[in-house]
């Protein structure tokens, strides 16, 4: 077999036992990898209506076809589980060197299920799984666990993802973090540390030969190419933190808990200003070359990465103006391994809270109280006081407080949304709306139509439905091969010269239309997993604050977005993917992907 | 040629001409309030920080935002006088125009500009003849007109087959300026007659007639790359983008390439413009209204 190993590990903490599987070329050639393979165990492994923090919950990592090929910005794992902030799917990417050690440890993915008696990490070193006593470890945020580990293994070249404080306190936004990189979203730490799995350590020099090496040496000196054009000059020049004065002046950037679409100290924060005033440096994941990733300068001493979410979500959203004071919010949302966009929405929702006088005990939070923002990070990580309630998420903390305060959780699923108003990106809306692992701005790029001038950004007129399906097909393929959505735009004809990657790495007579036909296979698993799961009609939702409010500022002024629009949107994008008007999928599309049961 | 420094930052207007046909100084024909030469030194003035006016020794000028010299030999032609205003530039190349050009296209004038880069002359053809005096020089083309001068050669094409010309065809003009007003000049009181019919109808076709500014914010990577945030263009009479891109080309070179294609009539792959935060925009023929608000930046949001 080429481009994998052909088998997975299944660790079940219970028994400590580990078990390696075929993984199954049908799999593989059905859902390529990355988050495909890692939705497709979760199916298999997850029992239906499994509570997300119990021992039997799935937490999976999953490796990808083009990992370790040297092509640029494919050092990229998945890791996927049923998450505890929504309920439904929890798909998240990390990147770096961590991602090439699980293939050179000889998996094509790990599965993890059960709960260790007490804190342990996984060690799988060429072949062997063991467990190791992990109690030094607890209490240790990832990056010191990580190089706690990485010494005690000295000699081996160990590659370590963990969790901080937040995933062994449940915190249901916890992240997996391996080199300072996060897989962020949905919880997935939160589910690692229930069961008591401090860390995961892989070595190994297990190669994965490639079916075409030449072919995929050629193929990669052309994308390193166009890795460094002009499509990628914003992230290689810049970065993400590019989005947020832009966002300003087009009144996309939602602040203070989306009362406004626009800051007043955008500018402050601006990645342009960061970069004239702050900059450190610049890094990158292992193999890229586009190297998009930003550490500033703290006036503290020391260096902080920072991306756009990250920006707006301790910043613009909580009403922070200060730049030092966001540098700091980031780096304890780090320390603690706490996903930055749900703790600055589930931040800003309890500080609107305490305005409307709903939450007495809110340890000082309002908008713009820098202070209290630097005292409820830990706060929450550790489930102290307020801290307790916030740790579950805006939708949980909502429910929990009542007072209509769920009217301003600004969630879908149980997620936080990310920094794109979706009533001035009203394509975004529906893809935030429709989103399997709810409010996300990854597992799609809806929002790039919106962007383009191909639409209205303003207006909800179809074919919205199309767009979105597309987008979140496209997103499947690369998240499943992977490539990062960063150089998504540098292919003309995307779907063949991937399809053309993936056959020269895997030896497989492998066209544009199987993978195709695999990106529309894996969005519809993920959808038909939720569906397991209880998944609803009224789950494809926006926040009523997005349904009822207009934009108060800015150049899109007045704009709304009524439940009349979302409703021909959600129509229109059923629709466009053949699934009952309801929103389920039907049983002809399952038929068709070869999913029926 | 490296360390090369293809920053057109200057402007000459020769002045001093011959006028006898007219019967009086061209270059003190009222346009309006105003003498022809200030309302062309104003529009260049808008787009280049630095103007070489030269004038005849002796030679009656209204007060001008420019650098003044006087061509102290006996009249010499074109030469001489491109000549001292070279010499009396800051910048490393200048766009050369006589005075009596009510008309000058500002678009035309950033195109040629941005086509300097490998080039010593930048030269456009209107109906089969050459226009040296509506031209991008180098500084460094100095001494050979110098030479020039003392052999008698008076004539600006016979630099040309000794330096890197561009000679632009008349298609490439035409995109820009269909019907060639940019090469108006007037000789005689029926062309004077004439350009003032026309400007009266259209006053903000001239240079610095005004049809407007609009404000350009910079995000990104045209930000750091051209150190600032904010311009603010001179606009003519039915601009389109393509008119802006080539302003903002000729005020912040530092765009060439890396943001505006290099020639500078359009984007490069990854960056879009925004109009008044509204509509997305690539294509260059798009109107833009004065006070308008374009912002430019990268087509990608990926966060
Ligand atoms: S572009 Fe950025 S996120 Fe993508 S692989 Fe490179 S460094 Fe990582």
Same mark, same amino acid.
């Given at each position: 077999?080429?481009?994998?190993?052909?088998?997975?590990?299944?660790?079940?903490?219970?028994?400590?036992?580990?078990?390696?599987?075929?993984?199954?070329?049908?799999?593989?050639?059905?859902?390529?990898?990355?988050?495909?393979?890692?939705?497709?165990?979760?199916?298999?492994?997850?029992?239906?209506?499994?509570?997300?923090?119990?021992?039997?919950?799935?937490?999976?990592?999953?490796?990808?076809?083009?990992?370790?090929?040297?092509?640029?910005?494919?050092?990229?794992?998945?890791?996927?589980?049923?998450?505890?902030?929504?309920?439904?799917?929890?798909?998240?990417?990390?990147?770096?060197?961590?991602?090439?050690?699980?293939?050179?440890?000889?998996?094509?993915?790990?599965?993890?299920?059960?709960?260790?008696?007490?804190?342990?990490?996984?060690?799988?070193?060429?072949?062997?799984?063991?467990?190791?006593?992990?109690?030094?470890?607890?209490?240790?945020?990832?990056?010191?666990?990580?190089?706690?580990?990485?010494?005690?293994?000295?000699?081996?070249?160990?590659?370590?993802?963990?969790?901080?404080?937040?995933?062994?306190?449940?915190?249901?936004?916890?992240?997996?973090?391996?080199?300072?990189?996060?897989?962020?979203?949905?919880?997935?730490?939160?589910?690692?540390?229930?069961?008591?799995?401090?860390?995961?350590?892989?070595?190994?020099?297990?190669?994965?030969?490639?079916?075409?090496?030449?072919?995929?040496?050629?193929?990669?000196?052309?994308?390193?190419?166009?890795?460094?054009?002009?499509?990628?000059?914003?992230?290689?020049?810049?970065?993400?933190?590019?989005?947020?004065?832009?966002?300003?002046?087009?009144?996309?950037?939602?602040?203070?808990?989306?009362?406004?679409?626009?800051?007043?100290?955008?500018?402050?924060?601006?990645?342009?200003?960061?970069?004239?005033?702050?900059?450190?440096?610049?890094?990158?994941?292992?193999?890229?070359?586009?190297?998009?990733?930003?550490?500033?300068?703290?006036?503290?001493?020391?260096?902080?990465?920072?991306?756009?979410?990250?920006?707006?979500?301790?910043?613009?959203?909580?009403?922070?103006?200060?730049?030092?004071?966001?540098?700091?919010?980031?780096?304890?949302?780090?320390?603690?391994?706490?996903?930055?966009?749900?703790?600055?929405?589930?931040?800003?929702?309890?500080?609107?809270?305490?305005?409307?006088?709903?939450?007495?005990?809110?340890?000082?939070?309002?908008?713009?109280?820098?202070?209290?923002?630097?005292?409820?990070?830990?706060?929450?990580?550790?489930?102290?006081?307020?801290?307790?309630?916030?740790?579950?998420?805006?939708?949980?903390?909502?429910?929990?407080?009542?007072?209509?305060?769920?009217?301003?959780?600004?969630?879908?699923?149980?997620?936080?949304?990310?920094?794109?108003?979706?009533?001035?990106?009203?394509?975004?809306?529906?893809?935030?709306?429709?989103?399997?692992?709810?409010?996300?701005?990854?597992?799609?790029?809806?929002?790039?139509?919106?962007?383009?001038?191909?639409?209205?950004? @303003?207006?909800?007129?179809?074919?919205?439905?199309?767009?979105?399906?597309?987008?979140?097909?496209?997103?499947?393929?690369?998240?499943?091969?992977?490539?990062?959505?960063?150089?998504?735009?540098?292919?003309?004809?995307?779907?063949?010269?991937?399809?053309?990657?993936?056959?020269?790495?895997?030896?497989?007579?492998?066209?544009?239309?199987?993978?195709?036909?695999?990106?529309?296979?894996?969005?519809?698993?993920?959808?038909?997993?939720?569906?397991?799961?209880?998944?609803?009609?009224?789950?494809?939702?926006?926040?009523?604050?997005?349904?009822?409010?207009?934009?108060?500022?800015?150049?899109?002024?007045?704009?709304?977005?009524?439940?009349?629009?979302?409703?021909?949107?959600?129509?229109?994008?059923?629709?466009?993917?053949?699934?009952?008007?309801?929103?389920?999928?039907?049983?002809?599309?399952?038929?068709?992907?070869? @999913?029926?049961? | 040629?490296?360390?090369?420094?293809?920053?057109?930052?200057?402007?000459?207007?020769?002045?001093?001409?011959?006028?006898?046909?007219?019967?009086?100084?061209?270059?003190?024909?009222?346009?309006?309030?105003?003498?022809?030469?200030?309302?062309?030194?104003?529009?260049?003035?808008?787009?280049?920080?630095?103007?070489?006016?030269?004038?005849?020794?002796?030679?009656?000028?209204?007060?001008?935002?420019?650098?003044?010299?006087?061509?102290?030999?006996?009249?010499?032609?074109?030469?001489?006088?491109?000549?001292?205003?070279?010499?009396?530039?800051?910048?490393?190349?200048?766009?050369?125009?006589?005075?009596?050009?009510?008309?000058?296209?500002?678009?035309?004038v950033s195109h040629l500009a941005a086509r300097l880069p490998d080039h010593d002359v930048v030269v456009p053809h209107w109906e089969g003849r050459l226009q040296p005096l509506h031209a991008v020089y180098?500084?460094?083309?100095?001494?050979?007109?110098?030479?020039?001068?003392?052999?008698?050669?008076?004539?600006?094409?016979?630099?040309?087959?000794?330096?890197?010309?561009?000679?632009?065809?008349?298609?490439?003009?035409?995109?820009?300026?269909?019907?060639?007003?940019?090469?108006?000049?007037?000789?005689?009181?029926?062309?004077?007659?004439?350009?003032?019919?026309?400007?009266?109808?259209?006053?903000?076709?001239?240079?610095?007639?005004?049809?407007?500014?609009?404000?350009?914010?910079?995000?990104?990577?045209?930000?750091?790359?051209?150190?600032?945030?904010?311009?603010?263009?001179?606009?003519?009479?039915?601009?389109?983008?393509?008119?802006?891109?080539?302003?903002?080309?000729?005020?912040?070179?530092?765009?060439?390439?890396?943001?505006?294609?290099?020639?500078?009539?359009?984007?490069?792959?990854?960056?879009?413009?925004?109009?008044?935060?509204?509509?997305?925009?690539?294509?260059?023929?798009?109107?833009?209204?004065?006070?308008?608000?374009?912002?430019?930046?990268?087509?990608?949001?990926?966060?």
């Amino acid at each position: 077999m080429h481009g994998f190993h052909g088998r997975f590990l299944h660790v079940d903490l219970d028994s400590g036992r580990p078990q390696w599987r075929e993984t199954g070329e049908e799999r593989l050639r059905g859902f390529v990898g990355g988050i495909g393979l890692g939705t497709s165990l979760l199916y298999e492994f997850a029992p239906p209506g499994v509570e997300p923090l119990a021992p039997e919950n799935p937490l999976v990592f999953a490796s990808a076809p083009l990992a370790g090929t040297g092509l640029t910005t494919t050092a990229k794992y998945a890791v996927v589980t049923k998450s505890p902030l929504t309920g439904f799917i929890a798909d998240s990417l990390s990147s770096s060197f961590f991602a090439l050690a699980i293939k050179a440890a000889g998996l094509d993915a790990l599965v993890v299920t059960g709960r260790a008696a007490r804190p342990v990490y996984l060690l799988v070193h060429d072949g062997a799984a063991e467990l190791r006593d992990a109690r030094h470890l607890w209490g240790k945020s990832a990056a010191e666990a990580e190089s706690t580990v990485r010494a005690e293994l000295e000699g081996a070249a160990v590659r370590v993802a963990a969790v901080g404080p937040a995933g062994e306190n449940l915190v249901r936004f916890a992240t997996i973090s391996n080199e300072g990189r996060h897989a962020g979203r949905g919880g997935v730490g939160a589910v690692m540390g229930s069961k008591n799995l401090k860390a995961v350590a892989l070595c190994g020099n297990q190669c994965v030969e490639t079916a075409d090496p030449e072919g995929v040496a050629t193929a990669a000196a052309a994308l390193r190419q166009r890795s460094l054009g002009p499509h990628t000059a914003k992230y290689r020049e810049v970065g993400t933190v590019a989005n947020l004065a832009v966002f300003d002046r087009l009144g996309a950037l939602p602040a203070r808990n989306f009362q406004q679409p626009t800051f007043d100290a955008a500018d402050e924060l601006s990645g342009e200003s960061l970069t004239e005033t702050s900059f450190s440096r610049r890094n990158g994941c292992a193999s890229c070359t586009i190297r998009c990733e930003r550490l500033f300068k703290a006036s503290s001493g020391g260096e902080q990465r920072m991306e756009y979410e990250t920006l707006f979500a301790l910043g613009p959203l909580c009403g922070l103006e200060d730049r030092e004071a966001v540098l700091e919010a980031a780096r304890l949302c780090d320390g603690y391994g706490l996903d930055s966009i749900s703790t600055g929405g589930t931040l800003a929702w309890a500080m609107e809270c305490a305005e409307r006088g709903l939450l007495p005990e809110a340890g000082g939070l309002r908008f713009g109280a820098a202070e209290a923002v630097l005292d409820a990070i830990p706060a929450i990580a550790e489930r102290r006081g307020v801290g307790d309630l916030l740790a579950d998420g805006s939708r949980r903390a909502a429910l929990a407080l009542g007072h209509d305060s769920l009217d301003w959780a600004m969630q879908v699923k149980g997620l936080e949304l990310p920094g794109y108003e979706p009533r001035s990106l009203k394509t975004m809306a529906l893809g935030l709306a429709v989103s399997p692992r709810g409010a996300c701005h990854n597992r799609s790029g809806a929002y790039e139509a919106d962007f383009s001038g191909k639409v209205d950004r @303003l207006d909800s007129a179809p074919p919205r439905g199309a767009l979105v399906a597309a987008s979140e097909d496209f997103a499947a393929a690369l998240d499943s091969l992977i490539v990062c959505k960063f150089l998504r735009n540098c292919f003309q004809d995307f779907y063949a010269e991937a399809a053309d990657l993936l056959a020269k790495v895997t030896g497989w007579d492998y066209g544009a239309a199987e993978l195709r036909l695999a990106a529309e296979r894996i969005h519809t698993l993920k959808r038909r997993f939720n569906e397991r799961e209880g998944w609803q009609p009224e789950d494809d939702a926006l926040p009523p604050r997005v349904l009822t409010e207009s934009l108060a500022t800015g150049v899109a002024r007045g704009t709304r977005l009524t439940r009349d629009e979302l409703r021909d949107m959600l129509r229109d994008y059923y629709d466009a993917r053949e699934w009952d008007e309801d929103g389920r999928v039907s049983e002809a599309k399952l038929k068709k992907l070869g @999913l029926s049961a | 040629m490296t360390g090369e420094s293809d920053t057109v930052g200057s402007a000459v207007v020769l002045a001093g001409g011959k006028s006898s046909r007219m019967g009086r100084p061209k270059a003190m024909l009222p346009f309006g309030e105003e003498p022809l030469v200030a309302l062309v030194v104003r529009g260049l003035a808008a787009v280049f920080p630095d103007v070489v006016v030269v004038a005849a020794p002796g030679q009656e000028l209204p007060e001008l935002p420019a650098t003044l010299v006087r061509d102290e030999v006996a009249y010499q032609g074109p030469v001489g006088g491109i000549r001292y205003g070279l010499e009396a530039c800051r910048s490393a190349a200048a766009f050369v125009t006589s005075c009596d050009v009510p008309f000058l296209d500002l678009s035309l004038v950033s195109h040629l500009a941005a086509r300097l880069p490998d080039h010593d002359v930048v030269v456009p053809h209107w109906e089969g003849r050459l226009q040296p005096l509506h031209a991008v020089y180098r500084r460094s083309v100095l001494p050979l007109l110098e030479r020039q001068l003392q052999r008698g050669e008076l004539r600006p094409v016979f630099l040309y087959d000794k330096v890197r010309t561009l000679t632009l065809a008349e298609d490439e003009v035409r995109a820009l300026d269909p019907d060639g007003w940019s090469f108006f000049n007037m000789n005689t009181p029926e062309d004077y007659e004439r350009a003032l019919a026309r400007w009266r109808e259209t006053p903000a076709s001239a240079p610095g007639g005004g049809a407007g500014r609009c404000e350009v914010e910079l995000f990104g990577v045209a930000r750091l790359r051209a150190r600032t945030g904010r311009v603010s263009v001179e606009l003519p009479r039915e601009a389109t983008l393509a008119h802006v891109w080539s302003a903002l080309a000729l005020k912040l070179p530092a765009l060439v390439g890396p943001v505006l294609t290099e020639t500078a009539d359009g984007l490069t792959a990854g960056h879009v413009c925004n109009l008044n935060g509204r509509d997305f925009v690539r294509d260059g023929s798009r109107r833009v209204a004065p006070g308008d608000r374009v912002l430019l930046m990268s087509s990608d949001a990926g966060g």
